[in-house]
């Protein structure tokens, strides 16, 4: 843990919520917050409260997620069916949501935040030459941006971490999650605290606003998936692996709705950073969220980034950080860890699960690529001390016979303190001498910010990552480029082999000397020996008063632009909607706003909104990014045509096929359609936070009632959705199809709609809802 000179500094603020004192002990949240504390008294009073209404065991995720209700004695609770109103502990913004949140938080009028809160910028730094030039490179681009959110922070007292810090996640497990802890994050990938036994979860920016504005949260009461791991894990093995088959198991859809909580003797085998590993690509599989129990690796942790107090706190509370005995699962499955083979998954998706011993012989056979272009390690998923330290144990071994990587490789420490660590212990050494590129301490290739060199677009190859998605064009925006998604240690195997074929369990390498020889499998500490090293100070503390900040956003500029609240619900059913684009198989929320280069609009809606959908593919012909107009019967761009209808006063609708807006949380990917006119998207079934977030921004997500009914609906049809004045909880939805050739035919669509919900569409949007409410009570 980094210390900080102004850490104890009596002026830092305290927030607008009454801070509630542990009678046992105070420990504080963070050493950033020395006046918040962690309460869990409160904790263990609600769920007492609960245990004793529901009258039987709970597992470990009831435990902290019902431990966090804002009414536990009325809260009516039935998991995968209720809407349970929580109370987060806190909240973390990564830099390219966050805009888009404070824009809307200060939107909302409100003058500070209601609990504590940060904005951690590492989504804007694109990988081109190394850490130190990409950094520079990524403040001169984005001053603007830095400029808007550490102000906006200061004025709204948001803690600011500046570019270079690190990973958000990352971040957030070195500092901010504890076991216990409700957290909610504007990126998908939150759920990497859960191995720290916290509830972390995933949202978008608006969800953000409500618990920033004291707003109780809504959630759907989440099943519980339990995964038991038994054996040992050892060898090439390692917890990437778990998830990876998992995420092969349960599918990229398997998982909505629940949260997936790991348990059994197994997880004694793992290390605290391991687990947060496991729990943070559950977003792949479409979790809630991940969470691992309290344990001795935990304390560990806690010790060694200075947070020893917590760990002695969370040991008294124990029992109510770890599931009771007898607690059932909506589902179970069991992994021996023991006998767990190292994996690979992909291409194109993550749940494409494979051994490692396999995937040469199924790449020829499908007519993948097996030459390896590029090795790249690192991310919010696999960049801990530990892992750049099994990697490094590779990358000596081939050293020292004398070899180099074949493929091109790259590392990304997760934050500055694991640079600052790997450096002084030579782990970064190694892995330069081996031929690896050390990047800036940010998301770089993982989310598309990455300026690759090596390849022309359309161009055919194969990368290796330990990354978490492998979606089309994520990486590089070539539709071709084939991802897998792996551990750190078989990444730097496979780099140095230069190839899919190879098998560093049973293959044999050779040396510069002709001689042949088998790498051993790593093993490298989970911890470092001495200290972690904190780098630099990257840390900017609100004030305690930031009434007088000035926070500016110009009228001219293209990268940030005030919100504009969304009209309401006329009253009226929707009538004759065209369809804009009927698609055809996954649409991710990278298909329905990319980011890469469109990174630089996240704050400006007008700018981002010409990405909407330019992914998806028309079933009509094929084609990402070629719609027919339906007014003018000509072919063109999905933003362009959307633009035209809403210039006409013309209201249109989306067709989905499964798990519609899979992916990242970024709100814009509803944002966007509501802006340009979009008013329905109907799917076979939807992602949660993709979900969500449509309806917070005033849009009716539906699926249908019959999945086949999606073969009725052509792109040329009109789309009526009648019975909105009678619109409530349960209730299905009629819509009536009017065919061009003047023929009908009505189906039915559900929804998840709740009362409260159904008011966010009524007033426009939840933040229209939020100001309606406001103003009534003052």
């Excluded at 990409?134 to 603007?144: F, W």
């Excluded at 040991?315 to 069991?334: A, M, N, R, T």
């Excluded at 510069?512 to 790593?522: I, R």
């Amino acid at each position: 843990m980094r210390q900080h000179k102004h850490a104890l500094n009596s002026g830092v603020r305290r927030y607008h919520v009454a801070p509630v004192l542990c009678q046992r002990a105070k420990v504080a949240m963070s050493h950033f917050e020395p006046n918040e504390y962690i309460n869990y008294e409160k904790l263990e009073k609600n769920i007492n409260i609960v245990r004793k209404r529901l009258d039987r065991p709970l597992t470990l995720s009831e435990k902290i997620v019902y431990g966090h209700l804002d009414d536990p004695a009325k809260q009516e609770i039935e998991r995968g069916k209720t809407y349970l109103r929580l109370r987060p502990d806190r909240v973390a913004m990564q830099d390219a949501t966050a805009q888009m949140a404070m824009l809307q938080f200060i939107s909302s009028g409100l003058p500070k935040v209601a609990v504590p809160s940060t904005i951690h910028c590492d989504h804007l730094i694109e990988a081109q030459s190394g850490g130190e030039k990409d950094l520079q490179r990524a403040k001169d681009i984005n001053q603007e941006v830095y400029n808007f959110l550490s102000t906006a922070g200061a004025k709204y007292g948001v803690g600011f971490w500046k570019p270079g810090s690190g990973i958000i996640h990352q971040i957030i497990l070195e500092n901010y999650s504890y076991p216990g802890v409700m957290l909610i994050g504007t990126d998908s990938h939150t759920p990497n605290g859960g191995g720290l036994g916290g509830i972390c979860i995933g949202v978008g920016g608006a969800d953000a606003v409500d618990v920033m504005a004291g707003i109780p949260w809504e959630l759907k009461c989440p099943k519980v998936i339990g995964v038991k791991l038994t054996g040992k894990l050892s060898g090439w093995t390692s917890p990437k692996d778990v998830i990876l088959k998992v995420a092969g198991i349960l599918t990229v859809k398997g998982g909505t709705g629940a949260i997936i909580e790991y348990h059994g003797p197994g997880v004694d085998s793992i290390s605290c950073t391991g687990m947060a590993t496991i729990c943070n690509m559950g977003a792949e599989i479409g979790a809630t969220t991940s969470i691992f129990p309290y344990n001795d690796r935990m304390k560990k942790y806690l010790g060694k980034t200075g947070r020893a107090d917590i760990a002695a706190l969370a040991d008294e509370f124990k029992q109510h950080l770890v599931p009771d005995s007898g607690c059932q699962y909506d589902q179970v499955i069991e992994i021996n860890l023991s006998e767990l083979k190292p994996h690979i998954n992909g291409p194109f998706t993550p749940d494409l699960a494979h051994p490692v011993s396999d995937i040469g012989a199924v790449a020829e056979k499908e007519g993948w690529p097996v030459d390896i272009r590029v090795g790249l390690i690192g991310s919010c998923t696999n960049s801990s001390y530990e892992d750049m330290g099994r990697s490094a144990a590779v990358a000596k071994q081939a050293l020292a016979h004398g070899l180099k990587c074949k493929s091109k490789f790259t590392i990304t420490p997760g934050s500055e303190q694991i640079r600052a660590t790997i450096e002084r212990d030579g782990y970064a050494k190694i892995l330069r001498e081996v031929g690896g590129l050390v990047l800036a301490n940010a998301c770089g290739p993982c989310i598309g910010q990455w300026d690759r060199k090596d390849i022309k677009k359309g161009e055919k190859n194969t990368i290796v990552t330990s990354y978490n998605r492998n979606f089309t064009g994520r990486n590089d925006a070539n539709p071709e480029t084939h991802a897998f998604v792996t551990s750190p240690e078989i990444v730097t195997a496979l780099s140095i082999a230069g190839t899919l074929k190879f098998n560093p369990e049973t293959d044999y390498l050779t040396a510069a000397d002709g001689k042949k020889f088998k790498l051993e499998a790593p093993d490298a500490d989970e911890l470092p020996k001495l200290e972690f090293d904190p780098g630099q100070d990257t840390y900017q503390y609100p004030p305690k008063d930031g009434s007088g900040q000035h926070v500016d956003v110009s009228p001219t500029s293209q990268r940030l632009q005030l919100l504009e609240p969304f009209d309401k619900w006329d009253g009226k059913d929707l009538e004759d909607m065209l369809i804009l684009i009927k698609v055809k198989g996954k649409c991710t929320t990278d298909h329905i706003s990319a980011a890469g280069p469109w990174l630089k609009f996240r704050g400006h809606l007008d700018n981002i909104s010409n990405n909407l959908l330019i992914g998806a593919i028309n079933i009509e012909n094929g084609k990402a990014n070629s719609v027919r107009n339906a007014l003018t019967q000509e072919f063109g761009p999905v933003p362009d045509t959307a633009r035209y209808y809403k210039k006409m006063g013309v209201k249109w609708a989306v067709i989905g096929d499964e798990n519609y807006g899979e992916g990242s949380s970024r709100e814009h990917a509803a944002l966007e359609p509501r802006h340009l006119g979009g008013r329905v998207i109907i799917t076979k079934s939807f992602a949660r936070i993709h979900e969500t977030n449509l309806k917070k921004q005033g849009l009716l997500p539906l699926t249908f009632a019959d999945p086949a009914d999606y073969n009725k609906i052509h792109p040329v049809d009109k789309l009526s959705i009648v019975g909105l004045k009678d619109f409530a909880p349960g209730k299905p939805l009629k819509c009536i199809i009017k065919h061009p050739n003047g023929s009908q035919e009505t189906i039915m669509l559900n929804h998840t709609f709740n009362e409260s919900q159904i008011e966010w569409f009524q007033a426009g949007s939840a933040l229209n809802r939020m100001k309606e409410l406001q103003q009534k009570s003052s």
